[in-house]
């Protein structure tokens, strides 16, 4: 049984932050690339953050850098996605995912909605 489980999605005012958790089961973290992704209604599915599986190297989204941080907790077996300054720019259902290296993404969790008010 594969798994991986969002929480910390919420309403949230503008400027404000919120931190994202993405937790596996079934599977070790620390294997795989994890990936940070969000979609609004009527948008295409956006790339935001990653991390990489082995020397930590992380990718942001130009719209996001600078506000949002990835990171890893290998003993939590989790993920976070710690993001400040919130726009409503921002409001999307984020979705982690799991990449062994190959070139899709494996495993996908079920989102968390995240709502910024202006």
């Known amino acids: 049984e594969v798994q991986l489980v969002e929480s910390g999605g919420g309403l949230v005012q503008a400027g404000g932050s919120l931190r994202l958790s993405c937790a596996a089961s079934?599977?070790?973290?620390?294997?795989?690339?994890i990936g940070w992704f969000r979609q609004a209604p009527g948008k295409e599915r956006e790339g935001v953050s990653a991390?990489?599986?082995?020397?930590?190297?992380?990718y942001y989204a130009d719209s996001v850098k600078s506000r949002f941080t990835i990171s890893r907790d290998n003993a939590k077996n989790t993920v976070y996605l710690q993001m400040n300054s919130l726009r409503p720019e921002d409001t999307a259902v984020y979705y982690c995912?799991?990449?062994?290296?190959?070139?899709?993404?494996?495993?996908w969790g079920q989102g968390t909605q995240v709502t910024v008010s202006s």
């Open positions: 991390i990489s599986s082995r020397d930590g190297s992380t």
């Open positions: 995912a799991a990449s062994d290296g190959g070139p899709t993404y494996d495993y």
């Open positions: 079934g599977f070790s973290l620390d294997d795989y690339a």
